[in-house]
């Protein structure tokens, strides 16, 4: 198949859908068999920008993908744009040094400053159709969010010596602030990030987020897991669901039968890495006996057998993990519009455990130098699997009307307590 | 200024549509002139980013207008020439360079090695003096009940033996001073042997085997008057600061608090397994001497209970991770006290 005829296919697609002659499910699964079928997925790709496209042809990167017009009413230009990503691990892992150097010296005051740094480093090299993004948040008000915080947590530490039960009472507190921190996160992180000058924003209620977070996870244990792959719908449908590029509200279609069909083969695969596991050490346990009264050999194959099945126990949950990120991650982008923008995300789990067995290997053995290294190289790859397909360009986004000041409390707690929106 | 010449793209903040624009500085205002765009802005009501690695630079311009560029030569040369981002411009030259890279390395390590070393310190003792006795009431409780569950057990000493020793520790207490609500407490204890601790409050512990150990009553005033002087050089809340301080500055270098979130109160621990530093065993051990040289005229007392208490401990336990200054080391030091008083020099 060659280019023009692949356009073709994608075009007739979204004319039968819009048609209504084809369902979303049905939709969705062929225009994924096209985009990801290896011999399309070379054509489609467009060369690799190494350095961000010079100015002089602003418009080269962009128009990737123009059919001929099919009839005198030419229909909207199909595109597919990639997310490319431009930074260097050895420019990142300057500016890191440097930002851990100057959060020191001035006694963590610095660490507002290296933290948007950091941010906007990542933002500035994520380019989608020749533009990359933009990280807004001022960092004086960073500061006074991380000031809060870490005002709440040394209170927390002293009080654990001085008064232990006010300690417990504060950090059930925290507990029950979290839905509300979170929210206050999503929301300052959106509204600090843009695109071609167009601010996110976040449109989540507290309420859905204390549902989200706080009720339904309570509930959990009572249906002895069965709830779990809801609930990460619940938390997705509101992270994806409610954000906005501009006035442009974004739209969820996750559905359940997804996501429990994703933790159905997470539960086989564990049971299958227990299984494993449990060969091993009998094998190992039988070599011993077989070995009878040769020590070495006895000691050699137990010890042997105890060090390859804590391997395979530690691999195979890594891969199970993985496996419900990337697919996860694949379905929601999948079911995700923004406007006429289309999302796909084609991830390997194989992929992301050797990504994440690999860097863990190089930060322990650097003994945490290769920690930007690291993070560049996974930002790379998630962001090599991650593109657009939209119908018309991607210059039709419109500002929000309004401002928000949001406060950055949330976001200096999600950042202190590494909280998880769940993703 | 023709040398300030670059192409950009204009975004106007209203839509995402990029306009291919060219701007001129002409000394007070950007000329950006492109397809259906044309702004003069004055300079002042633009706002330069700060520059950040090979990233493009974004120039605000007023009404919510912003400037995207790959001439990073032509920004540079403008914010020179108006002495624009200077610190973050300052920062933006450390990162462009290996060599001052390596050097902020060094500089990280020696700063860190240094601060642990004395600024830490400094800042714990301040806070520990700055904290009211009445606040290390609760805290004392607290390390003592702890200490009751896991080590300690009722003393089985006979009880007029006990008030013995309560009242040459209560001379010691009113000689010493420090406004602290002295008491002695009695435990036996067969898993730390002899020993003897002090809480923040003013409560000091005696363990059965080191009333035991001691051949001659002034031994054991010689360690109470020790035992006093951690307590009115606040060691223990100078230990538990410093050691909250390490923390805190670990966890901005890893980046995560929570892995130190989960480490429980640490009292016990401090006094039971680490120890004291070497300078506040010194320390103490000068109150000690002090007031054994008052009323004995010598420290001989002391240096003999610790030569014993090395001995006994040595046979259990060989703590090489210590942090307990060689006895030697402390026995030397008082005996020099000693020389010292003899010979008129103090």
């Known amino acids: 198949m060659d280019t023009t005829r692949l356009s073709e296919e994608l075009l007739r697609l979204g004319e039968e859908f819009r048609a209504g002659k084809l369902t979303p499910e049905e939709y969705h699964e062929a225009k994924k068999r096209l985009l990801l079928a290896p011999e399309n997925a070379r054509l489609l790709e467009p060369p690799p920008p190494a350095r961000a496209p010079r100015l002089e042809e602003p418009r080269a990167a962009q128009a990737v993908l123009e059919p001929p017009p099919l009839t005198a009413a030419a229909p909207p230009r199909l595109q597919y744009h990639r997310f490319t990503f431009t930074g260097s691990a050895g420019e990142f892992f300057r500016i890191w040094v440097v930002n851990l150097f100057l959060s020191v010296v001035t006694l963590g005051i610095y660490y507002a400053w290296a933290k948007v740094r950091a941010r906007q480093y990542f933002y500035s090299h994520t380019f ?125 279609g996750g559905e359940v039968g997804a996501f429990y069909a994703t933790y159905v083969v997470a539960a086989l695969m564990g049971l299958g890495v227990y299984a494993l596991f449990a060969v091993v050490l009998f094998a190992s346990g039988g070599l011993a006996v077989l070995g009878g009264d040769f020590g070495p050999l006895v000691t050699g194959s137990v010890f042997g057998g105890l060090f390859l099945g ?100 949330g976001e200096a707690a999600a950042d202190f307590f590494n909280i998880d929106v769940g993703l | 200024m023709s040398d300030l010449e670059f192409g950009a793209f204009y975004f106007d903040g209203r839509s995402s549509r990029a306009h291919p624009v060219r701007v001129r500085f002409d000394g007070r205002r950007l000329r950006v002139a492109g397809e259906g ?143 602290y609500s002295y008491r002695l407490e009695f435990r036996s204890s067969p898993k730390l042997g002899p020993n003897a601790f ?48 390490v923390f805190l500055m670990i966890s901005i270098l890893v980046g995560d608090v929570t892995s130190v979130t989960s480490l429980g109160a640490s009292l016990p621990a401090v006094l039971v397994n680490n120890g004291y530093s070497r300078d506040f065993e010194l320390e103490a051990d000068r109150t000690a001497g002090t007031y054994l040289l008052r009323h004995y005229g010598t420290t001989k007392p002391l240096q003999n209970v610790l030569h014993r208490l090395t001995q006994a401990h040595d046979t259990s336990l060989p703590d090489l991770l210590s942090t307990h200054p060689a006895t030697p080391e402390r026995m030397e030091r008082l005996r020099r006290m000693e020389e010292g008083e003899g010979s008129g020099k103090r």
Not at chain 1, 221 to 243: D, E, H, I, S
Not at chain 2, 203 to 210: A, G
């Open chain 2, 37 to 179: 765009v044309s702004l003069e802005p004055l300079i002042e009501h633009c706002r330069v980013n700060p520059p950040l690695g090979q990233a493009r630079r974004v120039i605000r311009l007023p009404e919510e207008g912003r400037l995207e560029t790959d001439d990073r030569q032509a920004v540079e040369r403008l914010e020179a020439r108006l002495g624009l981002n200077r610190g973050l411009t300052w920062v933006h030259r450390l990162e462009a360079h290996w060599k001052l890279v390596v050097a902020c390395m060094v500089g990280l390590v020696l700063f860190s090695w240094a601060f642990v070393r004395w600024g830490l310190p400094f800042l714990a003792a301040q806070a520990a003096f700055a904290t009211p006795v009445a606040v290390t009431e609760p805290i004392s409780q607290q390390a003592l009940k702890v200490l009751d569950e896991r080590f300690l057990e009722p003393s089985k000493l006979p009880p007029a033996r006990r008030r013995e020793l309560e009242a040459a520790f209560a001379r010691v207490a009113r000689d010493v001073g420090g406004g």
């Open chain 1, 310 to 409: 804590y391997l395979v126990l530690v691999l195979g949950m890594l891969a199970v993990q993985q496996h419900i990120y990337a697919s996860l991650a694949n379905h929601a982008w999948q079911k995700t519009t923004l406007g006429k923008l289309r999302f796909v995300s084609n991830l390997r789990t194989r992929d992301l455990v050797w990504l994440s067995v690999s860097n863990f290997l190089a930060i322990v053995f650097t003994l945490g130098l290769a920690i930007p290294w690291a993070k560049v190289r996974y930002t790379k790859h998630v962001l090599d699997h991650l593109a657009v397909v939209s119908y018309g360009d991607l210059e039709e986004f419109t500002a929000a009307a309004g401002k928000v000041r949001e406060g950055s409390v």
């Open chain 1, 128 to 252: 989608l159709a020749g533009h990359p993004f933009e990280y807004l948040a001022e960092p004086v008000h960073v500061l006074k969010g991380h000031l809060i915080v870490g005002g709440g947590l040394l209170a927390y530490y002293l009080l654990q010596y001085f008064a232990p039960e006010a300690s417990l009472l504060l950090m059930a507190l925290g507990f029950v602030l979290l839905p509300w921190l979170l929210h206050q996160s999503l929301r300052f992180t959106a509204y600090n990030s843009a695109y071609r000058n167009i601010r996110f924003r976040f449109h989540g209620t507290l309420g859905q987020s204390y549902l989200s977070y706080f009720l339904l996870p309570l509930l959990t244990p009572f249906t002895l897991g069965l709830l779990v792959p809801y609930v990460r719908l619940r938390q997705r449908q509101y992270v994806f669901g409610n954000a906005a590029l501009g006035a442009t509200r974004a739209q969820f």
């Open chain 2, 198 to 245: 002090a809480l923040p409050s003013g409560v000091i512990v005696f363990t059965d085997d080191l009333v035991h150990l001691a051949q001659d009553d002034r031994e054991l005033v010689g360690v109470m008057a020790h035992e006093v002087g951690h307590v009115i050089h606040r060691h223990s809340l100078r230990q538990l600061y410093q050691g909250l301080g």
